[in-house]
């Protein structure tokens, strides 16, 4: 309920105020929230999932944004389709790998250590994303 609760809000936040003002940069934002939830799941910290979702909201949109501003207006459609297959495929492969590796070595900290690296992986990889000018 607390990362739901999170996404919802950053979301919504994200796209009326945030994205707007910001642009695209909001995504290295969201990414540092979801990575710092992450860190704060890893610990115990309460109220860390909320973080996470915080941190998921706070980037989904300014990435969806950002890539459907690239895309041609007739196109647009079959793109936004697209991004969503392709998020539910990463969050299906996401869980699928992440609950994997925690039950195959036993811990929860590599696990974490995992979906760390690829929080910083992800930032390093939307750079291009976020100095593109829209159309």
Do not use: D
Not at 14 to 28: E, I, T
């Amino acid at each position: 309920m607390p990362l739901s609760a999170g996404l919802a809000v950053a979301s919504w936040f994200a796209g009326s105020r945030l994205v707007p003002k910001f642009g695209a940069r909001v995504m290295f934002a969201g990414l540092a929230l979801l990575l710092t939830g992450i860190l704060g799941v890893a610990g115990g910290v309460p109220g860390a999932l909320a973080v996470c979702g915080l941190g998921m909201g706070t980037f989904t949109v300014p990435f969806f944004t950002a890539a459907l501003n690239h895309v041609r207006p007739h196109e647009t459609g079959s793109a936004a389709g697209l991004l969503n297959a392709v998020q539910q495929l990463g969050g299906t492969l996401g869980v699928a790998l992440l609950g994997g590796l925690y039950l195959s070595s036993g811990s929860a900290a590599t696990a974490f250590g995992v979906a760390a690296g690829l929080t910083v992986a992800a930032a390093i990889a939307v750079i291009p994303l976020s100095s593109r000018r829209g159309r």
